[in-house]
């Protein structure tokens, strides 16, 4: 629990009250420590996982604890974009942040679902290039003012809101195959034991019938 991987997993569950703060101590200097450890977080994401593997560090805490802090950290900034008295985000990007909040709830809600009737649902390539635009889109929009690459990070944030949608979807699906492949196996269970019971009924009628029949004849 207490390797570097997932030290560098939990720093970025940590940072995030302090990032938060920058929407009541609303001054320039603290803003710009929100960004900043926002961006260091953001990098810790891909050394824990690269960490983990170059010294054989892999554990099911950090398999765990890497997905939820990643969605613990793009939400907080995505209220802290929202929350600030100068929002950081015009109007119509409210469409992406929207879908990436409603998506992370929506796989959070999958994964409980799956994980209870012990189906995996492991992290898609597409899903970390996802986690790599939003962290790099949000980056920019907190350094918004700061320098000219802020305005960009609102288009990055569009390519993360659609690459959001479609892992959304993508883990949906797989719910629903799962879901589709326990009703045919319930159907098919109906459907023998009824024919069982059908031949049960047969055989135990057929039975009754030989027995008043021989008594008859006795």
Same mark, same amino acid.
């Given at each position: 629990?207490?390797?570097?991987?997932?030290?560098?997993?939990?720093? =970025?569950?940590?940072? #995030? %009250?302090? *990032?938060?703060?920058?929407?009541?101590?609303?001054? /320039?200097?603290?803003?710009?420590?929100?960004?900043?450890?926002?961006?260091?977080?953001?990098?810790?994401?891909?050394?824990?996982?690269?960490?983990?593997?170059?010294?054989g560090e892999v554990?099911?805490?950090?398999?765990?604890?890497?997905?939820?802090?990643?969605?613990?950290?793009?939400?907080?900034?995505?209220?802290?974009?929202?929350?600030?008295?100068?929002?950081?985000?015009? =109007?119509?990007?409210? #469409? %992406?942040? *929207?879908?990436?909040?409603?998506?992370?709830?929506? /796989?959070?809600?999958?994964?409980?679902?799956?994980?209870?009737?012990?189906?995996?649902?492991p992290v898609t390539r597409l899903a970390k290039w996802k986690t790599g635009f939003q962290m790099t889109a949000l980056s920019m929009m907190l350094l918004k003012g700061f320098w000219f690459w802020g305005g960009i990070g609102e288009m990055l944030l569009w390519i993360a809101g659609v690459l959001t949608f479609i892992t959304g979807y993508q883990y949906f699906q797989k719910s629903l195959d799962y879901i589709r492949k326990e009703d045919k196996k319930n159907k098919t269970k109906k459907t023998v034991t009824k024919t069982v019971a059908k031949k049960t009924s047969s055989v135990k009628k057929k039975s009754v019938k030989t027995k008043v029949a021989s008594k008859i004849k006795k």
């Amino acid at each position: 629990m207490y390797s570097l991987p997932n030290l560098l997993t939990i720093s =970025r569950i940590v940072v #995030i %009250p302090v *990032i938060f703060l920058s929407v009541y101590i609303n001054t /320039v200097w603290w803003s710009l420590l929100a960004a900043v450890l926002f961006i260091i977080a953001s990098i810790t994401d891909y050394f824990d996982g690269y960490l983990a593997r170059a010294r054989g560090e892999v554990s099911a805490f950090g398999r765990l604890l890497d997905p939820i802090a990643d969605k613990l950290l793009v939400t907080s900034a995505l209220v802290v974009l929202l929350a600030k008295p100068d929002m950081l985000v015009t =109007r119509l990007s409210l #469409i %992406p942040i *929207i879908v990436i909040l409603c998506r992370e709830l929506l /796989v959070s809600g999958l994964r409980e679902f799956l994980r209870e009737v012990n189906v995996g649902m492991p992290v898609t390539r597409l899903a970390k290039w996802k986690t790599g635009f939003q962290m790099t889109a949000l980056s920019m929009m907190l350094l918004k003012g700061f320098w000219f690459w802020g305005g960009i990070g609102e288009m990055l944030l569009w390519i993360a809101g659609v690459l959001t949608f479609i892992t959304g979807y993508q883990y949906f699906q797989k719910s629903l195959d799962y879901i589709r492949k326990e009703d045919k196996k319930n159907k098919t269970k109906k459907t023998v034991t009824k024919t069982v019971a059908k031949k049960t009924s047969s055989v135990k009628k057929k039975s009754v019938k030989t027995k008043v029949a021989s008594k008859i004849k006795k």
